[in-house]
């Protein structure tokens, strides 16, 4: 089975503008979840998905959005980029997303300078 | 809210000696423990997870853990470790909030 992929792997931004990440979840599983890791702050949650529908986010601004599709691929966006979005962001999936192993991507590093 | 604490951020450790990371976490219910491990530039790579029953636990690469819910502990450990087990390694609870929380990381160094 594949995995969880993650695209694009690297991106670089600048201030102001607006960026979408998409994460393909392995076949069969309908969770998804994203996280951002930063140096600083480490592993956050940021938001996760089941069959479409926004369950649970995390303490995060405004600015940064997600949504799932039907087939279960999720995107998440972030607007008006800011430099303390430079991250790591790590998309996990699982089955149901309830007391289950969740499967990290490669994550996409995002660089605003 | 359920939360993690991995009181080492870095641990430096003869290729060949034994490993143990400590992971202290914070649940009012029996949580759903994980262990998972990134290399530079890479995802986080499952090791093992408890979710009940027997409270030693068994992963990959020779990895094994211990669930204490008396003493809210869930410690990894390796008895001989190789060059390649140099990486980051995270502990995480999760709750039935659809997320999990991660501690702050320990990174491992091996010296040869």
């Known amino acids: 089975k594949a995995g969880v992929t993650q695209t694009p792997r690297y991106l670089i931004k600048t201030r102001g503008q607006q960026v979408t990440l998409s994460c393909s979840p392995i076949?069969?599983?309908?969770?998804v979840s994203w996280y951002q890791q930063t140096p600083g702050q480490g592993l956050q949650f940021l938001f996760e998905?089941?069959?479409?529908?926004?369950?649970n986010k995390g303490n995060f601004p405004g600015r940064f959005s997600g949504r799932q599709f039907s087939n279960s691929r999720s995107e998440m966006n972030v607007s008006t980029l800011e430099l303390g979005d430079s991250a790591l962001y790590l998309c996990?999936?699982?089955?149901?997303?309830?007391?289950?192993?969740?499967?990290f991507g490669p994550g996409t590093r995002l660089l605003v300078l | 809210a359920q939360s993690v604490t991995q009181p080492d951020i870095h641990i430096t450790v003869s290729e060949g000696a034994s490993l143990e990371l400590r992971c202290n976490y914070s649940?009012?219910?029996?949580?759903?423990l994980f262990w998972y491990v990134q290399s530079p530039g890479q995802g986080l790579q499952l090791l093992l997870k408890?979710?009940?029953?027997?409270?030693l636990v068994q992963g990959i690469k020779g990895f094994e853990a211990e669930f204490k819910r008396s003493q809210s502990s869930f410690n990894l450990r390796k008895p001989s470790v190789h060059w390649s087990d140099a990486a980051e390694y995270f502990c995480?609870?999760?709750?039935?909030?659809?997320?999990?929380?991660f501690g702050a990381g320990t990174t491992v160094t091996v010296r040869a």
């Open positions: 649940y009012g219910a029996t949580p759903y």
């Open positions: 996990a999936s699982s089955t149901t997303g309830t007391k289950e192993t969740q499967y």
């Open positions: 998905y089941f069959s479409e529908t926004q369950r």
């Open positions: 076949s069969g599983h309908r969770s």
């Open positions: 408890y979710f009940s029953g027997d409270t």
């Open positions: 995480a609870v999760g709750a039935n909030d659809y997320k999990l929380s």
